[in-house]
């Protein structure tokens, strides 16, 4: 027999894997979601193995499953859940190209029956972890919903068929990228709060006007004490107010802005909105929070009802006049499943830093949300992420950045606030003095 190819050696641990769900399927004839999300995972990792050529050069998914059929006689007689020593070296023999076209196949018709067994909406707040044995080692991914439709939704951009076509209604995503751990969060509106996601999309940043910072020298570095502005109370509740009147999605303030009497304002003004009145999603910008004789910079992510907060830490301190940030260091990335898209998190310099573009292709998020502190240097990365990130995975990216007020004159800064955001395919940078900016996919501009 010919030379394996190298793909077909590097996937030999999941045929294996494929072989071991077989013999359980047939042993025990377990009909349970967890063969499927471990099959489905599993095929999609090896396909994930193969070269971008191959990847490209698979121009569309044959065979997509038939909804009317049942899902326990189309997937219990799959080829890949029937696998035997007989069946496995007849795969050997296919062309690559040939195998990978019945991986994909496998794909669609394994995803169909996840999703008509979970045709609700997830009520837990945690997507779970899907484990698969590879060659003799676990390897933990997440399976959830994609809602990746709407007038927001970028053209096809540079991905190829496999990755913007295969997974339709679903993703899967690593547990651990980078040695770092991935959460997925859900945020689930109740029924009177459901958004329309075929309406545009459109996110507000608040900026704080006349803005002072307030830090003081630790052992190892620094720390901020007190981030105050004219009227702050006041300007948060301006922009609650502002972000509601213009039904936006998502709000966002900018980093180590939002102090823990700041977020408990938040927290009040959103539970005191009317039912019928869509409260956005709240990234609550970030602070330094005591931990452990050191701290962490943690933003807070609130939902519309105010219920128990998702928090992301960020990664990588930054330099502020002579210090170091004094943090100890996040070891997660988060995604948020919402009902307008799937969004990640990253504060400031866990975005702009060039180094950390791979964890955000490895996420292939929709939208890129990062609240900031910073100078033109900062927002200058921020547009080069923006713009890489885009390219890679038609992500588009929302930075809301509080200017450091010390450098407002210098490097052409003119005002309080910056932001970053995607509009078509190159990202723009936008100084404004007005207190709350939006952006809409209809304009694709901040107004």
């Known amino acids: 027999m010919a030379a394996l190819s190298h793909w077909k050696l590097r996937i030999d641990k999941h045929l294996r894997a494929l072989m071991g769900l077989s013999q359980v399927a047939q042993d025990e004839q377990s009909h349970d979601d967890d063969i499927i999300e471990k099959a489905l995972v599993i095929l999609w990792d090896a396909a994930n193995q193969a070269s971008t050529t191959l990847k490209r050069e698979f121009s569309a998914v044959a065979g997509r499953y ?63 972890i899907v484990t698969v044995k590879l060659g003799g080692a676990e390897h933990d991914f997440h399976v959830f919903r994609s809602r990746r439709r709407g007038s927001w939704k970028p053209s096809a951009g540079s991905k190829p068929t496999f990755e913007k076509g295969v997974l339709t209604g679903l993703r899967i995503v690593p547990a651990v990228i980078d040695d770092l751990t991935v959460s997925v969060e859900c945020i689930r509106p109740s029924d009177l709060r459901e958004f329309d996601i075929e309406n545009p999309i459109r996110f507000a940043g608040c900026t704080f006007d006349n803005f002072t910072l307030g830090t003081k020298k630790t052992q190892t570095g620094f720390c901020v004490v007190t981030a105050d502005a004219k009227d702050k109370n006041q300007q948060i509740e301006d922009a609650i107010r502002s972000a509601v009147a213009q039904e936006c999605h998502l709000l966002v303030f900018p980093e180590l802005t939002i102090d823990p009497d700041s977020i408990t304002l938040i927290r009040t003004m959103l539970a005191k909105l009317p039912l019928e009145q869509q409260a956005p999603v709240v990234v609550a910008g970030s602070w330094h929070h005591p931990e452990n004789g050191s701290f962490i910079n943690k933003s807070v992510v609130l939902d519309g009802e105010s219920i128990a907060p998702i928090t992301y830490n960020k990664r990588l301190p930054f330099r502020y006049v002579s210090d170091d940030e004094d943090i100890i260091k996040g070891q997660s990335l988060l995604l948020l499943e919402c009902p307008f898209g799937i969004l990640t998190v990253a504060i400031c310099l866990d975005f702009c830093d060039k180094t950390q573009i791979g964890n955000f292709v490895a996420l292939d998020p929709d939208f890129a949300i990062v ?21 890679q995975r038609s992500c588009r990216t929302f930075v809301v950045q509080q200017l450091d007020p010390t450098q407002i004159g210098q490097g052409g800064l003119t005002a309080h606030g910056g932001y970053v955001h995607q509009s078509s395919s190159e990202p723009s940078i936008h100084q404004s003095s007005a207190p709350v900016c939006v952006w809409s996919s209809t304009t694709n501009s901040i107004t």
């Open 371 to 391: 609240p900031s502190f910073g100078n033109a240097q900062t927002l200058q990365g921020h547009h080069d992420t923006a713009k890489s990130l885009y390219q």
């Open 66 to 128: 038939d909804p009317t059929r049942s899902e326990i006689e189309e997937i219990m007689d799959d080829e890949f859940l029937t696998l035997d020593d007989r069946k496995l070296s007849a795969l050997r023999r296919k062309s690559d190209a040939r195998l990978f076209e019945m991986f994909c196949g496998a794909i669609g018709r394994f995803e169909g029956a996840y999703l008509r067994r979970h045709d609700g909406i997830r009520k837990e707040t945690k997507v779970p």
